[in-house]
C-alpha cells in the first residue's frame, strides 16, 4: 500500500490510511490541534504585518458625530 502508519510504524489499514488505527489517526488529530505540527509558510506580509484586516470603524471618527 503506501507505507508504514507515521505515527507507530505498523501496517496501514485501508479504513485508517494513512494509519493503522482510528487511535494513531486520533493522535495525529490532536497533534495538529495541540500545534505540534506547523506548515511553514514564506510570507513577508504575515498576520504581524501589513493592512489591518479588520479596522476600527471608528478610528477615523464620524464628522457629523460631535
Not at 1 to 22: D, E, L, N
Not at 35 to 59: F, K, S
Request: proline share 14%; hydrophobic share 25%; glycine share 14%.
Amino acid at each position: 500500500m503506501g507505507g508504514p502508519c507515521p505515527i507507530c510504524r505498523r501496517a496501514t489499514v485501508a479504513r485508517w490510511r494513512p494509519f493503522c488505527s482510528k487511535r494513531c489517526a486520533d493522535i495525529d488529530l490532536g497533534r495538529w490541534l495541540g500545534e505540534a505540527y506547523r506548515i511553514e509558510v514564506d510570507d513577508p506580509d504575515g498576520p504581524d504585518r501589513g493592512a489591518d484586516p479588520d479596522p476600527d470603524p471608528d478610528a477615523g471618527g464620524d464628522p457629523r458625530v460631535g
